[in-house]
């Protein structure tokens, strides 16, 4: 196998697999073929698409002789038939699509109700006459309804779509499920108007050509279109970043020395030194004084205690009650020690008195 032959048989397979995601077919009941050397490639039978390799895909000669890992598909026999029978065709895919085959069931041909049937050749898509699937009969209903078409509808079957690429077949078969979804849509409504032969005939010559294309265009013509490419600024290397920064950092001005912050942190410390110990002096005094008026006046107390009792004791009668009173009363704590001699000098002098 070469580097040509498995590129065909890749593109084989991801055309198989753009059939399922574009929804116009489900696992494994659609085929696909291409033309190769004097045979063709062809999808195996009931391997599913995910799972294919190109070496599972089956090469079989016009014959009908094969070469390969698998059988072909069941539908082999009108692939062959149409590539040895059209020489403007090399590449054929086969689906189920719903809106086809729902056309399929019911034995119709789609009228030209859009222009775009003018795809598939002619003002009809023909639905060719109900066979069993992989007979030769089949591939002769196939063969009719192909005449002049490059697509046709299989009774109570499915579609088939060809082109000079496997690009150019599966994009016919997907503008057919497009007719066909349209012409459903159309009959449900109403009576769809139908596009005279000649009009069809006129779109099929203004339709040459068209369909998917390779992209591909002269390479001065697209220098020519592009703006001329500028070299990026280089941003400056590391060193020289360096060196700017050290020549920015010299021709900066020196800062100044923070002389006058330590002296102000200084003499605001000294403020609070200096006062600091005088108001602490003041509040110390407080406690003192209040001490010492205490004691003043515990010291006075005894004295004026003292004059109340010499005054009080001029009078018999307060003689005796002071005299019980005195006796009675017990002195403060503070003059407790000297009482005993203040009292018997003040009785000295009650005495003397009386």
Same mark, same amino acid.
């Given at each position: 196998m070469n580097d040509a032959e498995r590129a065909l048989r890749g593109e084989i397979i991801r055309t198989c697999l753009a059939m399922q995601e574009r929804g116009i077919n489900q696992g494994t009941s659609g085929n696909v073929s291409a033309r190769w050397n004097d045979g063709m490639l062809i999808t195996p039978s009931g391997i599913p698409y995910e799972t294919m390799a190109p070496e599972d895909i089956v090469f079989m000669s016009l014959d009908g002789t094969t070469k390969g890992l698998h059988a072909p598909s069941s539908e082999w026999r009108f692939h062959r038939d149409i590539l040895r029978e059209r020489d403007d065709i090399n590449a054929i895919v086969h689906a189920h699509p719903v809106f086809l085959t729902g056309l399929a069931i019911l034995n119709k041909d789609i009228p030209a109700v859009h222009y775009m049937i003018a795809a598939v050749g002619g003002p009809t898509i023909r639905c060719a006459p109900y066979a069993t699937y992989g007979t030769e009969e089949l591939s002769?209903?196939?063969?009719?309804?192909?005449?002049?078409?490059?697509?046709?509808?299989?009774?109570?079957?499915?579609?088939?779509?060809?082109?000079?690429?496997?690009?150019?077949?599966?994009?016919?078969?997907?503008?057919?499920?497009?007719?066909?979804?349209?012409?459903?849509?159309?009959?449900?409504?109403?009576?769809?108007?139908?596009?005279?032969?000649?009009?069809?005939?006129?779109?099929?010559?203004?339709?040459?050509?068209?369909?998917?294309?390779?992209?591909?265009?002269?390479?001065?013509?697209?220098?020519?279109?592009?703006? &001329? %490419?500028? =070299?990026? $600024? /280089?941003?400056?290397?590391? +060193?020289?970043? @360096?060196?700017?920064?050290? #020549?920015? !950092?010299? *021709?900066?001005?020196? &800062? %100044?020395? =923070?002389? $006058? /912050?330590?002296?102000?942190? +200084?003499?605001? @410390?000294?403020?609070?030194? #200096?006062? !600091?110990? *005088?108001?602490?002096?003041?509040?110390?005094?407080?406690? /003192?004084?209040?001490?010492?008026?205490?004691? @003043?006046?515990?010291?006075?107390?005894?004295?004026? *205690?003292?004059?109340?009792?010499?005054?009080?004791?001029?009078?018999?009668?307060?003689?005796?009650?002071a005299s019980a009173a005195e006796t009675a009363a017990p002195a403060p704590k503070a003059a407790r020690k000297k009482q005993p001699a203040r009292g018997a000098r003040a009785k000295a002098k009650a005495k003397t008195g009386a």
């Open positions: 002769k209903n196939a063969l009719a309804a192909l005449e002049g078409r490059t697509g046709c509808i299989l009774a109570n079957h499915g579609v088939i779509a060809c082109g000079h690429s496997l690009d150019r077949a599966l994009w016919l078969a997907s503008e057919m499920e497009t007719l066909a979804q349209q012409y459903t849509v159309a009959i449900q409504t109403g009576t769809p108007v139908v596009l005279p032969d000649e009009e069809i005939a006129h779109v099929i010559e203004r339709f040459k050509g068209y369909g998917p294309k390779a992209k591909s265009a002269p390479a001065d013509a697209v220098e020519t279109k592009l703006p &001329p %490419k500028v =070299p990026p $600024k /280089k941003p400056p290397a590391r +060193k020289a970043k @360096a060196e700017a920064a050290h #020549t920015k !950092a010299e *021709a900066a001005p020196a &800062p %100044k020395p =923070p002389a $006058k /912050k330590t002296t102000r942190i +200084k003499k605001a @410390a000294s403020s609070q030194t #200096t006062t !600091a110990p *005088a108001s602490a002096a003041v509040e110390a005094e407080k406690p /003192k004084a209040k001490r010492a008026g205490r004691k @003043a006046a515990e010291k006075s107390a005894p004295k004026r *205690a003292a004059a109340k009792r010499v005054a009080a004791s001029n009078t018999p009668a307060s003689q005796s009650v």
